[in-house]
């Protein structure tokens, strides 16, 4: 196993970083939730934020700070988790995408449980 040099090396990154893709092209223009305007900002924001604090996170060279940033990135999954229940019930997304959306969430969020766990381990 290769060590991880920079953020970009981390999965959870790689994952979140898909995720933001998935999120703007779900709310993308022509889309149904396109035009609910503080839906479409509030769920792109928490999505980027996932991805954004765990590359901040690990720029800051302390894995404690690095523990901490990914629990803020964590409660990011959970707010777009919840965001696509509404987007779901309001027909923005299909039932099919919604499902699928959550399910690639809760896999994120378990692997930036996981590495936050297994830093707070090293600070132990």
């Given at each position: 196993m290769?060590?991880?040099k920079?953020?970009?090396?981390?999965?959870?990154w790689q994952q979140a970083?898909?995720?933001?893709?998935?999120?703007?092209a779900d709310f993308g223009r022509g889309r149904t939730?396109?035009?609910d305007f503080g839906f479409k900002s509030?769920?792109?924001k928490a999505g980027i934020?996932?991805?954004?604090?765990?590359?901040?996170?690990?720029?800051?060279?302390?894995?404690?700070?690095?523990?901490r940033f990914l629990d803020i990135s964590k409660g990011s999954c959970g707010e777009v988790r919840s965001?696509?229940?509404p987007a779901e019930d309001l027909k923005y997304v299909t039932r099919h995408i919604a499902l699928e959306r959550r399910e690639k969430v809760k896999q994120l969020?378990?692997?930036?449980?996981?590495l936050a766990s297994h830093l707070r381990k090293k600070i132990e």
């Open positions: 290769e060590k991880v920079t953020f970009e090396d981390l999965w959870i970083r898909i995720l933001v893709k998935d999120i703007y939730g396109c035009q509030q769920i792109q934020s996932i991805m954004n604090n765990i590359a901040e996170g690990f720029e800051r060279n302390s894995n404690n700070e690095f523990a965001m696509y229940y969020s378990a692997g930036i449980a996981s």
